[in-house]
Structure formats: structure tokens, C-alpha cells
């Protein structure tokens, strides 16, 4: 059964630091996804990371692709309020994707002033 | 600006009445996903379908939920009758797929559904 495990499932920081969220999966996948979740709203695509050593950037955050340690790291950079969310990483239940996703559990992220 | 489209947002219902919700797909994509989410489970996958084709419903209860795609343009997803349990928010996400693979899933906004 593939597994998508999330750490830290919460997260309470300051503004202007910086962190990691982790994202393990147990199938092999050359694949892997991110989303943002505000309170209430649906899920947002954040990065799709198609292949090994991929690496994305949007603004603050930052995501990679280790595909040979079945790793996915999302990093905040300077972090703002704006950022409060939960994050959630998926992973395609055949690689892929086609199949439909397996997600995280999701890390909520609180930015305080 | 093509989105997902879910109706009704919000449904409230008692034990034992029928549920029906309904998703219209982004013009084009021929793969529709159906998710719940909720907070001890987190989200997971209910059933899914291409080109209206059902190809797997392995994660919904059988004895109550229904999938169905009538058309390329509405994707519906019955509980009866229904139960406390099934309170959750429902997603229903659209895929363009090529073969095994899609680049990205697109979800719509949800229904929150409470059964009283």
C-alpha cells in the first residue's frame, strides 16, 4: 500500500524564518505534487515535480525532488502571514498520476507576526 | 479562467436521506477524480472515471455511494441512504490524461456535506 507521510504535520513560526515541510513516500515515483489549502477552500496547486532533482520555485517557496530517497522538500523562505495554509504532497497511486493521487496528511502552517 | 464546478456547496441532510452531488469537469479533460476529505482520514480517493468510462470505485462504500458520468460534462456522486459518517467535504478534481500520466489535477471548490 503506498504511504505519503508528512512531518511536520504542524508548524508554528515567525515571520522573516525559514523552514522545511518533509514528504515520504514508499513507491517508486518519478512524479510527485504539491497543493495549498486555505481554511475552508479547496486545494491549489502549488508545483508539480516530474523527475528526479527536479526543483521548482514560486516567490518564497521552493520544492525538490529526490526520487532515489522517495523525498519532497517544500522550503519557505523568509516567511509571511500570507503563507498560513496546510500543505499537502501527493504522490500518483501508480506513479503517474493517472490513477488518481495518495496525499499527506497535510502540515498546517502558522505564520505569526 | 476554465474551473471545476461542484454543486451544491453546502448540504445538510438527516440519517437516511438520499444525497446527490454533482461535478462538471473542465471542458476537455477526460478524467474525473472523486476525493472526500476529512479530518481523520485526511483526503482520499472515492472512485474515478475516464473518457465516462468507471475505472475504479474500490475506495467508496459499496453499499451506499454511487459514481456516475452521464455525459463528458457531469460526473455525480449518490449516497443512500446516508449516515452521520458520510459528513465530509467532497472534491471533485478533472485531468487531461495521456495514458498513464497527467501533469496535473485540477479540483473543484467542494461540497460540505453534514448528515444530522
Known amino acids: 500500500e503506498l504511504k505519503v507521510e508528512q512531518n511536520p504535520l504542524f508548524l508554528s513560526m515567525q515571520e522573516g524564518k525559514n523552514y522545511t515541510i518533509y514528504c515520504n513516500y514508499s513507491t517508486t515515483s518519478d512524479r510527485l505534487y504539491w497543493y495549498r489549502q486555505d481554511p475552508g477552500k479547496s486545494l491549489e496547486s502549488l508545483f508539480v515535480l516530474l523527475s528526479n532533482g527536479a526543483v521548482k520555485q514560486e516567490g518564497r517557496l521552493m520544492a525538490s525532488l529526490d526520487t532515489k530517497a522517495r523525498l519532497s522538500t517544500l522550503h519557505i523562505t523568509a516567511a509571511v502571514h500570507d503563507l498560513s495554509a496546510t500543505y499537502f504532497c501527493?504522490?500518483?497511486?501508480?506513479?503517474?498520476?493517472?490513477?488518481?493521487?495518495?496525499f499527506g496528511k497535510g502540515t498546517h502552517l502558522i505564520i505569526q507576526p | 479562467d476554465a474551473r471545476v464546478t461542484q454543486t451544491p456547496r453546502h448540504k445538510v441532510t438527516e440519517m437516511g436521506q438520499e444525497v446527490t452531488m454533482r461535478c462538471q469537469p473542465i471542458?476537455?479533460?477526460?478524467?474525473v477524480f472523486w476525493y472526500r476529505q476529512t479530518m481523520m482520514q485526511g483526503l482520499e480517493l472515492l472512485a474515478y472515471f475516464r473518457n465516462r468510462a468507471p475505472l475504479d470505485d474500490s475506495g467508496m462504500p459499496k453499499d451506499r455511494f454511487s459514481a456516475e458520468m452521464p455525459d463528458a460534462t457531469l460526473a455525480t456522486l449518490k449516497i443512500q441512504p446516508s449516515e452521520p459518517r458520510d459528513s465530509a467535504v467532497y472534491f471533485c478534481?478533472?485531468?487531461?490524461?495521456?495514458?498513464?500520466?497527467?501533469?496535473?489535477?485540477?479540483f473543484g471548490p467542494g461540497t460540505r456535506l453534514t448528515v444530522t
Open positions: 478534481a478533472s485531468a487531461e490524461t495521456s495514458g498513464e500520466f497527467i501533469y496535473e489535477q485540477y
Open positions: 501527493a504522490v500518483g497511486r501508480s506513479g503517474g498520476g493517472a490513477d488518481g493521487l495518495t
Open positions: 471542458l476537455g479533460h477526460n478524467t
